[in-house]
């Protein structure tokens, strides 16, 4: 079975780091991408960066220069570096991997979310 297992959030002041971590968990052949999304309270979800397997990464503009996206892929583990936070990066961030392709499919898959609090 098929899970994401994400690490890394909490409690940080203004200015400062936390890294996020999520790996695939179970036998799986391949994954055609890693993403890290986020929702604010009232706010619709939104993405925050992705990186291939080949490792491209995309970013949302609101994060340029501040957050990097990285991937180890002998271990199906996506990171997430975020310097620099602001209160206004305050969400529940989201792991998603898709196009996962196991034995029996492929598919996309999220993971349950890490609170991300930004205040001093």
């Known amino acids: 079975q098929v899970q994401l297992l994400e690490s890394g959030g909490g409690l940080v002041q203004p200015g400062g780091s936390l890294r996020l971590s999520c790996t695939i968990s179970?036998?799986?052949?391949?994954?055609?991408?890693m993403g890290w999304y986020r929702q604010a309270p009232g706010k619709q979800r939104e993405l925050v960066a992705t990186?291939?397997?080949?490792?491209?990464?995309e970013y949302a503009e609101f994060v340029w220069g501040r957050f990097t996206i990285s991937s180890d892929n002998d271990k199906n583990t996506a990171y997430l570096q975020m310097n620099s936070l602001k209160p206004e990066d305050t969400a529940v961030y989201y792991c998603?991997?898709?196009?996962?392709?196991?034995?029996?499919?492929?598919?996309?898959?999220w993971g349950k979310g890490l609170l991300v609090t930004v205040s001093s």
């Open positions: 998603h991997a898709a196009s996962v392709v196991t034995a029996n499919h492929g598919m996309d898959y």
């Open positions: 990186i291939s397997s080949g490792g491209a990464a």
């Open positions: 179970g036998n799986i052949f391949s994954f055609n991408a």
